[in-house]
């Protein structure tokens, strides 16, 4: 088995952001959304642009992934003995 159960019950529950973690959540979605309005507004319509903001959401989901992570981190136990 790749991952254990508890892993992967992590990865599939919602987590309610702790301290600052909306704050940050929501400074890189508003972000993302202003690249995403200038985007739509000098490029044509085509295949190009529709990836570009793909990707753009892709980036905003894995910025905000990675600031869950960090906080899940440092709420592990230290395994150094």
Known sequence: MAFT????RNRFTYHKPTGNQAVKYEVIRNLCLDIALRLNELCPDSRELSLA???????????IQSIKNEKEKQDEPSTTY
């Open 5 to 8: 159960e508890e892993t992967l």
């Open 53 to 63: 903001l793909t990707h753009l959401e892709q980036t905003c989901m894995w910025s």
